[in-house]
């Protein structure tokens, strides 16, 4: 039936025209690199002629050599800092164990935060000071464990006792924090409870 096709491939087109189906965008890097090796293509192609030109072409070459390799150490660096930001995402829900880290108080925080009504990044401020209070006590150890995972994995084996506390209130923030939940005054209290029963029982 035409009127049924005509349906369906509007429908596709709409599909496909997502941005998940488009080619992604090449970065700054790619794109000098193409064009480096169109200038390379270039000069190679002068350097089959002869007398001032091959001179030229030479030195051209030359700069486009030059040229690469800078393109080349500036796109390594890039990626480095791109990796060093995924790695900073990660220790959101475990902090590294830096001389700044070390110095916030993150209980006086997390207050703070729910003073403000910004119960989420409360939550993650409580889940902070839970995880440096068990690193404290060499229940988890804070630079090989750096997700919620891998803290109930460490809680687990070194507290076992006071696990499935722990577990939950990974949960909770699992939830503010990943799932974007609605977060509020409940879910504090309840956290808290569960931070000062895992802290008593894992010292």
């Known amino acids: 039936m035409p009127a049924d096709a005509d349906d369906a491939r509007r429908t596709a087109e709409q599909i496909l025209s997502g941005p998940q189906y488009q080619e992604p965008a090449k970065s700054w890097w790619q794109q000098a690199l193409e064009k480096v090796d169109e200038w390379f293509q270039r000069a190679l192609g002068a350097l089959n002629g002869s007398g001032g030109s091959t001179v030229i072409a030479w030195a051209i070459l030359i700069v486009v050599v030059a040229a690469a ?13 791109s990796t060093r930001g995924a790695d900073d995402d990660a220790d959101v829900s475990a902090p590294r164990r830096s001389k700044r880290e070390a110095r916030v108080d993150w209980d006086a925080e997390a207050s703070k935060l729910e003073a403000e009504g910004r119960w989420r990044e409360g939550m993650r401020a409580r889940y902070r000071a839970l995880v440096g209070e068990l690193s404290r006590h060499q229940v988890v150890d804070p630079s090989t464990a ?5 803290h109930r994995h460490e809680v687990g084996v070194a507290a076992p006792g006071v696990a499935p506390e722990f577990s939950d209130a990974a949960e909770l923030f ?26 008593e029982q894992s010292r």
């Open 69 to 81: 390799g800078f393109v080349i150490v500036l796109a390594v660096r890039s990626l480095r800092r």
């Open 146 to 150: 750096r997700t919620t995972g891998e």
């Open 174 to 199: 699992d939830r503010a924090w990943y799932g974007n939940r609605p977060t509020g005054p409940g879910e504090a209290e309840r956290f808290g409870e569960l931070a000062r029963r895992v802290e």
